[in-house]
């Protein structure tokens, strides 16, 4: 045999086993292939219920609870209100038991007003279900925002309790203890004569001399006199009608205009046995004289709860800042005998901009400022602002985009669009006068004086542009920007509690100085 035979079956033999193991490789392969796809096709459903939750918040208020589960893809939800007790059961699709919704047990406190406790489990495969059991009955809202800003899909659940809490009836609680102190100084009335109230001033005129202070002792002494001197601008819509001589004057008295026949002073009642005449004023009751009314000023925390509002280099939130600012500067107007205040918000929750103007407007407020922290795309910038109502478009380029930006708090913060009455608010904006804007002017321009004194000014007159929280079409409305919080020097100045203080007694000097150039005609004071 030659060696060339030997090694041709040698070659077919090795030619052989590659050809076998290329076969095996590929068969294989082939069941790999097709176990892979077996794979992929029953995991496939598991895939289209991968949503991830990303933050679970809770928002406990005395005007509703909110409770924002943010996810990376739209959540499906079914919910149903049960009683006997009371407890909202939510069962959320597409979704497993993870961390987050475990974690929404523990931010339950206990001074939720409308949630007692919350149970969370795995329901079903790939459904979870929430039982909130409640304190009481509520109106729950239920609704899913789209993404926005550093927001991704959140699915919102608003707890209304069954009866709302009335502002008006608050500050009514909140001024019988005041009622006795306003009793005593109009007891002590000063026998001095009084002096004659300033002119009117423009939006960036100050008085004479600061005479804030004698004209609120007149005030609250209820002196015929303190209205008597120069001609008084009539107050915003509804105008007031300058009194006719009474035809029989046995002793004359000073007029006592009726408060607005509206809702937002149903409770001015006839309980002082007064008549009212064909001008709408309201005749003091035989025997008893008139009493001046609490002037009632209406503070408006920018932004809270689901809305930061600006954030500083420094980790500095807007919505903290406007808080504590606003609470300083009630706690100056409660100290006042004669004045009182309400607040759109006294705690971190979202307010959304048309109620922050419906609450104002229920308490029949004389004066509205909303407090803020100012923002720019440029650390630069720096000074400390008041703006009011335009008409006719913004007063500058930074005014627009500060509107912009304030005005976008609803999308933030979140409101439900089924439950926003678009006709009602449009009306209610489109009805801001001349009138409600010049009055706000002059009221702003004291306050910038006020605040200039403490902090350089971005602008040395009130700006204007179109914000919505300022639409209120019956009480001069003004919103200060205490400073810029993208600045880092005066995001410091923000984190100071004096400087915070100081702001706020310079709104409330300004608001003071306002009123003593301006001054309300005497009204029946709402008991």
Same mark, same amino acid.
Not at 120 to 130: D, I, T
Not at 278 to 303: M, N, S, W
């Given at each position: 045999?030659?060696?060339?035979?030997?090694?041709?079956?040698? &070659?077919?033999?090795?030619?052989?086993?590659?050809?076998?193991?290329?076969?095996?490789?590929?068969?294989?392969?082939?069941?790999?292939?097709?176990?892979?796809?077996?794979?992929?096709?029953?995991?496939?459903?598991?895939?289209?219920?991968?949503?991830?939750?990303?933050?679970?918040? #809770?928002?406990?208020?005395?005007?509703?609870?909110?409770?924002?589960?943010?996810?990376?893809?739209?959540?499906?939800?079914?919910?149903?209100?049960?009683?006997?007790?009371?407890?909202?059961?939510?069962?959320?699709?597409?979704?497993?038991?993870?961390?987050?919704?475990?974690?929404?047990?523990?931010?339950?406190?206990?001074?939720?007003?409308?949630?007692?406790?919350?149970?969370?489990?795995?329901?079903?495969?790939?459904?979870?279900?929430?039982?909130?059991?409640?304190?009481?009955?509520?109106?729950?809202?239920?609704?899913?925002?789209?993404?926005?800003?550093?927001?991704?899909? &959140?699915?919102?659940?608003?707890?209304?309790?069954?009866?709302?809490?009335?502002?008006?009836?608050?500050?009514?609680?909140?001024?019988?203890?005041?009622?006795?102190?306003?009793?005593?100084?109009?007891?002590?009335?000063?026998?001095?004569?009084?002096?004659?109230?300033?002119?009117?001033?423009?939006?960036?005129?100050?008085?004479? @001399?600061?005479?804030?202070?004698?004209?609120?002792?007149?005030?609250?002494?209820?002196?015929?006199?303190?209205?008597?001197?120069?001609?008084?601008?009539?107050?915003?819509?509804?105008?007031?009608? +300058?009194?006719?001589?009474?035809?029989?004057?046995? +002793?004359?008295?000073?007029?006592?205009?009726?408060?607005?026949?509206?809702?937002?002073?149903?409770?001015?009642?006839?309980?002082?046995?007064?008549?009212?005449?064909?001008?709408?004023?309201?005749?003091?009751?035989?025997?008893? %004289?008139?009493?001046? %009314?609490?002037?009632?000023?209406?503070?408006?925390?920018?932004?809270?709860?689901?809305?930061?509002?600006?954030?500083?280099?420094?980790?500095?939130?807007?919505?903290?800042?406007?808080?504590?600012?606003?609470?300083?500067?009630?706690?100056?107007?409660?100290?006042?005998?004669?004045? &009182?205040?309400?607040?759109?918000?006294?705690?971190?929750?979202?307010?959304?901009?048309?109620?922050?103007?419906?609450?104002?407007?229920?308490?029949?407020?004389?004066?509205? +400022?909303?407090? @803020?922290?100012?923002?720019?795309?440029?650390?630069?910038?720096?000074?400390?602002?008041?703006?009011?109502?335009?008409?006719?478009?913004?007063?500058?380029?930074?005014?627009?985009?500060?509107?912009?930006?304030?005005?976008?708090?609803?999308?933030?913060?979140?409101?439900?669009?089924?439950?926003?009455?678009?006709? #009602?608010?449009?009306?209610?904006?489109?009805?801001?006068?001349?009138?409600?804007?010049?009055?706000?002017?002059?009221?702003?321009?004291?306050?910038?004086?006020?605040?200039?004194?403490?902090?350089?000014?971005?602008?040395?007159?009130?700006?204007?542009?179109?914000?919505? #929280?300022?639409?209120?079409?019956?009480?001069?409305?003004?919103?200060?920007?205490?400073?810029?919080?993208?600045?880092?020097?005066?995001?410091?100045?923000?984190?100071?509690?004096?400087?915070?203080?100081?702001?706020?007694?310079?709104?409330?000097?300004?608001?003071?100085?306002?009123?003593?150039?301006?001054?309300?005609?005497?009204?029946?004071?709402?008991?």
């Amino acid at each position: 045999m030659s060696r060339k035979m030997l090694i041709k079956p040698f &070659r077919s033999i090795e030619s052989a086993a590659t050809a076998t193991h290329n076969w095996r490789r590929r068969q294989i392969l082939k069941a790999g292939a097709s176990t892979l796809v077996l794979g992929l096709s029953v995991a496939a459903p598991r895939l289209a219920w991968a949503t991830s939750v990303i933050g679970v918040r #809770v928002w406990p208020a005395r005007d509703y609870t909110r409770v924002t589960i943010e996810s990376d893809q739209p959540l499906q939800n079914s919910q149903q209100l049960l009683q006997g007790p009371d407890r909202l059961v939510v069962d959320l699709s597409g979704l497993d038991l993870d961390d987050a919704l475990k974690n929404l047990v523990s931010k339950i406190t206990p001074n939720d007003p409308q949630i007692q406790a919350v149970r969370v489990g795995q329901y079903q495969q790939h459904v979870v279900r929430m039982v909130f059991d409640l304190k009481g009955s509520v109106k729950p809202q239920v609704f899913m925002l789209q993404p926005v800003g550093s927001y991704k899909y &959140r699915l919102v659940f608003d707890l209304y309790p069954a009866v709302a809490p009335d502002p008006l009836m608050d500050l009514l609680a909140q001024t019988e203890r005041k009622q006795q102190q306003l009793d005593a100084r109009e007891a002590m009335k000063d026998s001095a004569p009084p002096s004659t109230p300033s002119t009117l001033a423009g939006p960036n005129t100050p008085p004479a @001399h600061d005479n804030s202070d004698a004209f609120f002792e007149r005030y609250a002494q209820n002196d015929a006199n303190a209205s008597s001197g120069a001609p008084h601008p009539a107050p915003p819509v509804p105008p007031a009608v +300058v009194v006719p001589p009474s035809p029989k004057p046995a +002793v004359p008295k000073p007029p006592v205009i009726a408060q607005r026949n509206n809702a937002n002073n149903a409770n001015t009642g006839s309980d002082d046995g007064a008549s009212s005449d064909d001008y709408g004023f309201t005749a003091p009751k035989p025997g008893k %004289r008139g009493t001046t %009314r609490l002037l009632t000023v209406a503070i408006d925390p920018g932004h809270g709860g689901e809305d930061p509002g600006a954030i500083g280099s420094a980790g500095t939130y807007e919505k903290h800042v406007a808080l504590d600012i606003a609470k300083k500067l009630r706690a100056k107007i409660d100290a006042q005998p004669n004045m &009182r205040a309400m607040m759109t918000r006294d705690a971190d929750f979202f307010v959304p901009l048309n109620v922050r103007v419906q609450k104002a407007r229920r308490v029949g407020a004389d004066l509205f +400022v909303s407090i @803020h922290a100012d923002a720019f795309t440029t650390p630069a910038a720096r000074g400390s602002s008041v703006f009011a109502l335009s008409e006719h478009g913004a007063s500058s380029a930074a005014a627009r985009w500060m509107a912009n930006k304030e005005n976008s708090s609803d999308q933030i913060g979140g409101i439900s669009v089924q439950t926003a009455d678009a006709a #009602v608010n449009r009306a209610l904006f489109d009805m801001s006068t001349t009138a409600q804007i010049r009055d706000s002017l002059r009221y702003g321009g004291f306050v910038l004086n006020e605040v200039g004194e403490i902090n350089k000014l971005h602008k040395g007159s009130v700006e204007q542009a179109g914000f919505a #929280v300022l639409k209120a079409p019956d009480i001069p409305s003004i919103l200060v920007e205490t400073a810029f919080i993208s600045n880092p020097e005066e995001e410091s100045k923000l984190n100071d509690d004096a400087y915070r203080d100081k702001m706020a007694n310079a709104i409330m000097k300004g608001i003071k100085r306002y009123f003593a150039a301006n001054p309300p005609l005497a009204k029946s004071r709402m008991t």
